[in-house]
């Protein structure tokens, strides 16, 4: 459900913008008085109008900042819509729409389309219909698996968007040698496919195949452990009463559950740091030299991997240590705020050596991801299904929905302010921004982390 964000970061800046601002009205160039070259051959340094003038970090900004805007708001949609339908018909639907609009995108190769506009429109549709993947899978995955292990299980499954990450930028490097447009079509048609294979197998949870639900109460038995009757009369009709409550859950009873608030703003800049890191890295790193060699684009885009390869264990690790912990805010914090040395170690010296470059990116990835992962995941799960909510699970998709949808509207503003800063103020700033960031979202949490500690040390002590 991440391939549109994940090809666009993989070959925006490796293709749409070129090493250099060289004008054009079309898709042929003279080169240096001879013979004419297509602007969008990778072997040229030209770009793809309009993204290779002086302005064209600040278009493909703007561009990151319709899909990614639209995602955001679509979420908060999605997630209360995902409560309320068969989700695996909307996952479905979801899948196939964001496919034909990642397609759509690549088009604008084939057609020689260097409007502006057609690109804003289809990111626009793009990031609306990937809205309905999150919130839902979220619930679906915290369906079959109860709390207490939710984190170690998130943590692993979460390992996807680093995986997608990885291959978005592969496909697009891949795909540079026979024009930028086949990279936007290969993941495209890819899922598609994967969004109708989808449909014919996936189970949304245990009780859809005759199995117990891991937060829900066991049937009631007699003492002879036969299963007894249902609830008739007067006890089903109010049993069916509070379900029917529960599913209803309105969007702003969702925000008062505690904690959601908290880690929603949090996310918000977790994920500002974490996008910036996906749709601008390959870009820093081509344009960084490091020992003193500029790489190239290829060579850029294989390297910054290494930052998801470092986040899937960091996600992992930040899972595992809240489920023995049980103390989520704390970990999260711990991790938040030790990226910010990371960060500054990787802008200030990460240049003077290779080894020393993967080193840092890694780490950086580490404790970037770490915390993202985990509030994404096992945390908005745990949230969803509050004690409050009388461990249903039907509030699930709503309360994932506000956390990421709040997160990922700082996934649309950090690659938008990215684009504008560097621009005016150079990498610097940039970096300037995403130590900022970490240091809003450590102290977010700091209430909630008072909390678990005094829980902790009353735990140590023997008390209940």
């Not at 130590?435 to 102290?443: D, R």
Request: hydrophobic share 45%.
């Amino acid at each position: 459900m991440v391939a549109d964000d994940l090809v666009m970061a993989g070959i925006r800046d490796r293709v749409l913008r070129g090493s250099a601002p060289v004008p054009t009205n079309g898709r042929h160039l003279l080169a240096g008085g001879g013979p004419v070259i297509a602007a969008s051959d990778p072997t040229t340094l030209n770009g793809w109008a309009p993204f290779n003038g002086d302005n064209g970090q600040t278009l493909l900004g703007q561009v990151d900042l319709a899909f990614l805007g639209t995602y955001a708001i679509g979420m908060f949609f999605a997630g209360h819509l995902g409560d309320r339908v068969d989700l695996r018909w909307f996952l479905t639907a979801g899948m196939v729409l964001s496919g034909v609009f990642t397609c759509l995108f690549g088009m604008g190769y084939f057609y020689d389309m260097h409007y502006f506009s057609y690109y804003v429109l289809v990111s626009v549709a793009a990031g609306l219909f990937q809205s309905t993947g999150w919130p839902s899978v979220v619930s679906i995955v915290a369906n079959w698996s109860g709390k207490g292990k939710r984190g170690l299980i998130m943590g692993i499954w979460n390992a996807h968007t680093s995986v997608g990450n990885i291959l978005g930028t592969v496909i697009a490097a891949a795909m540079l040698s026979h024009g930028w447009g086949y990279a936007f079509l290969v993941p495209g048609f890819l899922m598609t496919a994967l969004g109708f294979l989808m449909c014919a197998g996936l189970v949304v949870q245990p009780s859809d195949v005759g199995h117990v639900n891991p937060d829900e109460k066991p049937t009631r038995h007699d003492y002879d452990g036969e299963e007894m009757q249902p609830l008739s009369g007067k006890d089903s009709s109010r049993d069916n009463s509070r379900e029917k409550e529960v599913e209803s859950i309105h969007f702003m009873d969702a925000w008062r559950i505690p904690g959601v608030t908290a880690f929603a703003f949090c996310l918000f800049f977790s994920k500002l740091i974490a996008y910036t890191f996906l749709y601008w890295l390959p870009y820093y790193i081509k344009s960084t030299p490091i020992e003193g060699r500029k790489l190239s684009a290829k060579e850029a885009g294989d390297l910054s991997v290494l930052f998801d390869v470092g986040g899937v264990a960091g996600g992992v690790l930040a899972g595992h240590l809240s489920d023995k912990s049980g103390a989520s805010a704390t970990v999260a914090t711990s991790f938040t705020l030790l990226s910010v040395p990371c960060l500054y170690l990787y802008r200030t010296v990460g240049h003077t050596s290779f080894a020393l470059n993967v080193a840092l990116m890694m780490a950086s990835g580490f404790f970037v991801n770490g915390p993202y992962a985990l509030i994404t995941t096992a945390v908005s799960a745990d949230l969803g299904t509050h004690d409050s909510l009388q461990g249903n699970a039907k509030a699930l998709a709503t309360v994932s929905a506000i956390i990421d949808g709040m997160g990922s509207i700082g996934a649309a503003l950090g690659p938008m302010l990215t684009g504008f800063i560097s621009d005016r103020g150079g990498f610097d700033m940039v970096f300037a921004m995403l130590y900022a960031s970490a240091l809003m979202a450590g102290a977010l949490l700091v209430k909630l982390v008072f909390k678990e500690l005094m829980v902790m040390r009353a735990r140590s002590a023997g008390k209940p």
